[in-house]
């Protein structure tokens, strides 16, 4: 089924777009993490990080920034953020 | 073991950026956004109007930048053929909705849209059916999984 075909409605409405970035971890440690990402992120915000390694384990951390800082990484504006791990909420291993 | 010393560390994390639907279709919608979104990423995009809400896995197709805007990116999104999970509501579109309503362009939709809440006259959400799960819907939705959370289908 081509949706394109179908029509356009005008319309009003908040939204939010949830999007999963992958970023590299300088260092982790069981309070701390730091990670180089493409986005910037504000002092205080809250977010959930997924962790992975070989094996298919996993981990789902919430984080809060408590800082960042622009760089250039090979040339490209990256953004390196310390993060204080809040809690775990899960971890898996497949 | 702990995951701080798991060896090949990864990390991504699920960041929300909020946004205001400029218009919606069967196939997409197209946002204003304060975050620049790189196309081709892959997402999960819920629009809530006045009368309902819309929730779908989607993927950005196109951002233009205006300058000096208080929302400074125009986000085209495509929603994308996959089943949203299990646990977002029953079926009940056969009410019908306010023209130029969100839930009225869910309607027209068809399938298309998956409509997941509607609010009642008295302030109250009630759940509304994922569409994808629907019989008449298209034939690309996965298999349901409802302990596995959608980022996490996301990235396969």
Redo the contacts between chains.
């Keep these: 089924?081509d949706?394109?075909r179908?029509?356009?409605?005008?319309?009003?409405?908040?939204?939010?777009?949830?999007?999963?970035?992958?970023?590299?971890?300088v260092r982790?440690?069981?309070r701390e993490?730091t990670?180089i990402?493409?986005?910037r992120?504000a002092t205080g915000a809250e977010?959930?990080?997924?962790?992975?390694?070989?094996g298919g384990?996993?981990?789902?951390?919430r984080?809060r920034t408590t800082g960042s800082q622009p760089q250039l990484v090979g040339g490209q504006l990256r953004y390196r953020l310390w993060m204080q791990v809040l809690s775990?909420e899960s971890?898996v291993t497949r | 073991m702990?995951?701080?010393t798991?060896?090949?560390?990864?990390?991504?994390?699920?960041?929300?950026?909020?946004?205001?639907?400029?218009?919606?279709?069967?196939?997409g919608?197209c946002?204003e956004?304060p975050?620049?979104?790189?196309s081709g990423?892959?997402?999960?995009?819920?629009?809530?109007?006045?009368d309902a809400?819309i929730a779908e896995v989607?993927r950005v197709c196109d951002v233009t930048e205006r300058p000096g805007a208080a929302a400074p990116f125009l986000?085209r999104?495509e929603?994308l053929?996959i089943a949203l999970p299990a646990g977002l509501g029953v079926s009940d579109r056969r009410t019908r909705a306010p023209e130029?309503?969100?839930a009225?362009?869910a309607e027209?939709?068809?399938p298309?849209l998956t409509l997941v809440r509607r609010r009642r006259s008295n302030g109250e959400v009630e759940s509304v059916e994922s569409a994808h799960s629907a019989p008449d819907s298209?034939g690309y939705a996965t298999p349901e999984r409802p302990g596995e959370?959608l980022?996490?289908r996301?990235?396969k």
């Design positions: 089924m949706r394109r179908h029509g356009r409605y005008h319309t009003e409405g908040f939204a939010e777009v949830q999007v999963l970035r992958d970023v590299d971890i982790a440690s069981a993490i990670v990402s493409r986005s992120a977010m959930r990080m997924r962790v992975s390694a070989a384990r996993q981990a789902t951390l984080v775990q971890e | 702990t995951w701080w798991w060896p090949g560390l990864r990390g991504a994390v699920l960041e929300q950026i909020p946004g205001r639907l400029l218009d919606i279709g069967a196939g919608c946002l956004t975050t620049r979104l790189a990423t892959f997402g999960f995009v819920e629009v809530q109007g006045p809400s989607a986000v999104l929603f053929p130029g309503s969100l009225a362009a027209k939709a068809g298309s298209h959370p980022a996490e996301l990235k």
